[in-house]
């Protein structure tokens, strides 16, 4: 039987494996949660071979509860609400597909650069974007996309179609024109990566 944690309050759904897997705010824990009342060794999740879930506080700053009650180790069944720090779990046997609703786009024109030739914000058109959606293309600021943590690394996709987004590199301190050069050759990479 396959087990899921799902967030209560964010946006987070982690498959758990036959084994112990540790939960924290450190990159290179299992279950990586970018949240400050998370240690960055919080607790450790052990899925047993006959189904059963111990869950660990491994001496963390705020806490791990089962509900309401503060525990060090518990045996937890599906349906219960766990918290760890302010992040409150929930232990299920489905996986929940995460959507990200799509922002009201107003019906103006926007421009797609800055006047430095950096790219533009879709939703803010005077922010300097740092995303693009690899999906719809669109260029983004940080407001205008959703994180989610997944396999233990914090994801970045699009508020417009859910798409994963990556990285804008932005050259700071060059000319318009090298700066639309420069988009131009990103724009010719993406097409060919694509």
């Not at 107003?106 to 999906?135: F, I, T, Y």
């Not at 508020?159 to 590199?169: A, D, K, Q, V, Y």
């Given at each position: 039987m396959k087990y899921y944690l799902h967030g209560i309050d964010q946006t987070i759904c982690h498959p758990l494996i036959v084994g112990s897997q540790v939960l924290g705010r450190c990159p290179d824990v299992a279950i990586c949660i970018d949240d400050p009342s998370i240690s960055s060794k919080h607790g450790e999740i052990e899925l047993r071979a006959d189904g059963c879930v111990m869950v660990r506080d491994l001496g963390s700053t705020n806490g791990t509860f089962l509900g309401t009650e503060k525990i060090t180790e518990v045996s937890v069944v599906l349906g219960q609400e766990l918290c760890f720090g302010n992040v409150r779990l929930k232990l299920d046997d489905e996986p929940v597909n995460v959507y990200v609703p799509?922002?009201?786009?107003?019906?103006?024109?926007?421009?797609?650069?800055?006047?430095?030739?950096?790219?533009?914000?879709?939703?803010?058109?005077?922010?300097?974007?740092?995303?693009?959606?690899?999906?719809?293309?669109?260029?983004?600021?940080?407001?205008?996309?959703?994180?989610?943590?997944?396999?233990?690394?914090?994801?970045?996709?699009?508020?417009?179609?859910?798409?994963?987004?990556?990285?804008?590199?932005?050259?700071?301190?060059?000319?318009?024109?090298?700066?639309?050069y420069r988009q131009l050759l990103v724009k010719v990479r993406e097409f060919f990566r694509d």
């Open positions: 799509a922002p009201e786009v107003p019906e103006q024109a926007m421009p797609s650069s800055m006047p430095d030739g950096e790219p533009a914000c879709l939703l803010h058109p005077g922010v300097n974007a740092v995303h693009r959606c690899k999906k719809c293309g669109h260029a983004l600021c940080d407001h205008c996309v959703r994180r989610l943590g997944l396999k233990g690394r914090t994801r970045v996709f699009c508020m417009n179609c859910s798409g994963p987004c990556r990285p804008i590199n932005l050259n700071r301190g060059r000319s318009r024109k090298e700066g639309r």
